[in-house]
């Protein structure tokens, strides 16, 4: 898979920075000038519906070639029970690291007196339909996508013109991702207008009341990123700081665009790069991206704390248990349903029946700021996912030339 850093023109040796400062002027552009940035929401909204074309066809190509162009069926079977595994196993100790983190902090102690109250009578409505599998399955694109790539993978690695169609697979692949390495040139613009317009219509100044609950939230999120994400990639072999290092270019991306699908393509070209083989790369990244949401997680766990604090209701430890278990399984469903985070959280303030599902007005207006944290968890989730699967499957070649993640 071709690379996403290729040389190029120089602005697309310098994206990264490009990125940065693209960043950097939409933050005063969206401080000083308003009513000009939120203007300019177009821009980011075109650039993450341009790139999420790209998806589609990458993780069909990418799959159907991985396992087609491996002998052993049996592997794919166990890389996908074992991402699973870990998906569960992950997703759990973030929404554990949610819950803890706002027992501690108590973010939800604060003076409700000038806080905008904003309808959430919507959420609350959708909410109570509950968690629902085959809604979740309909809606959910990548996820029917990446299923129907599996079972053509295995069709085609039992034809007797494997070869052949694995010879067309190729080129088809790589002109996919020269293709998407051209709009990645885009990403400065996409990052500027999605930054701006959030800095222009809601304002720095609507952080002031809720800045306990963002303070706490981006505390968990990079609590969970550097001791738990980070000492899980050091007993497999990896470093932390690298692999961060590594994907800054996509991280750039997530935060202007509020969107981990943004940076999805791009990152599964960097996972390859770093040297993870591509079938682990096709299997672990489209999957995690609807069952490996650490973010997300953390975000619900903490939220439903933060609300039960803010109405003072006491919650005994049996009820913390009980909306763990909750989370388990309503979080898995975040990425296939429209509205995401929010009708997740409605409907699991319905299931618990204790909590005024009417407090989701509060998170309105800071919801937007919120998503980025959400976002770059996510992403930097997946990406630590696909390497500890590839390096337990004996899928990772660690060569000098490759960029590595290695201490």
């Known amino acids: 898979?071709?690379?996403?850093t290729h040389r190029g023109p120089w602005f697309s040796r310098h994206l990264t920075l490009l990125v940065f400062i693209a960043l950097l002027a939409a933050i005063i552009l969206g401080q000083f000038a308003p009513s000009i940035a939120v203007k300019t929401e177009w821009?980011?909204?075109?650039?993450?519906?341009?790139?999420?074309?790209?998806?589609?066809?990458?993780?069909?190509?990418?799959?159907?070639?991985g396992i087609s162009g491996m002998s052993d069926l049996k592997k794919v079977g166990r890389i996908g029970v074992k991402s699973l595994l870990y998906f569960e196993i992950v997703t759990t100790l973030s929404l554990a690291i949610g819950i803890g983190t706002a027992l501690l902090v108590q973010p939800g102690h604060i003076d409700r007196t000038g806080l905008a109250i904003q309808d959430?009578?919507?959420y609350a409505s959708q909410g109570t339909k509950g968690f629902n599998w085959l809604e979740f399955f309909e809606t959910n694109l990548t996820l029917q996508v990446l299923v129907l790539a599996v079972i053509t993978g295995i069709v085609v690695s039992l034809l007797p013109t494997r070869e052949k169609i694995l010879g067309w697979l190729k080129p088809a692949t790589n002109f996919v991702f020269r293709l998407l390495k051209y709009v990645m040139y885009l990403a400065p613009l996409g990052a500027f207008g999605g930054m701006a317009f959030t800095i222009g219509k809601y304002g720095i100044r609507t952080l002031k009341p809720l800045a306990?609950?963002?303070?706490?939230?981006?505390g968990a999120m990079l609590l969970f990123i550097l001791i738990v994400l980070g000492l899980i990639l050091r007993y497999f072999g990896f470093n932390?700081?690298?692999?961060l290092k590594n994907i800054r270019e996509e991280i750039l991306i997530v935060l202007g665009t509020s969107s981990s699908e943004a940076a999805l393509p791009s990152l599964m070209a960097r996972l390859e790069q770093m040297g993870c083989s591509q079938p682990v790369v096709g299997l672990v990244v489209p999957t995690g991206y609807s069952f490996n949401l650490d973010g997300t997680s953390i975000y619900l766990s903490m939220s439903v704390l933060f609300l039960a604090q803010l109405y003072n209701v006491s919650l005994s430890p049996g009820e913390l248990l009980t909306i763990l278990g909750i989370l388990m399984i309503t979080s898995k469903g975040a990425a296939g349903v429209t509205g995401s985070g929010f009708i997740v959280l409605a409907s699991t303030l319905t299931a618990i029946k204790k909590i005024p599902v009417e407090g989701l007005a509060f998170l309105l207006a800071i919801d937007k700021f919120m998503s980025e944290a959400r976002a770059i968890t996510n992403i930097i989730g997946n990406g630590v996912a696909t390497l500890v699967i590839s390096k337990s499957e004996k899928e990772f070649r660690d060569t000098p030339s490759s960029p590595g993640v290695n201490p």
Do not use: E, Q
């Not at 898979?1 to 996403?4: F, N, V």
């Open 1 to 4: 898979m071709p690379s996403p």
């Open 43 to 65: 821009m980011g909204k075109d650039f993450v519906a341009l790139i999420k074309l790209f998806i589609p066809p990458i993780i069909f190509l990418t799959i159907v070639s």
């Open 120 to 122: 959430a009578s919507k």
């Open 212 to 218: 306990m609950l963002m303070v706490t939230l981006y």
């Open 240 to 243: 932390i700081f690298r692999y």
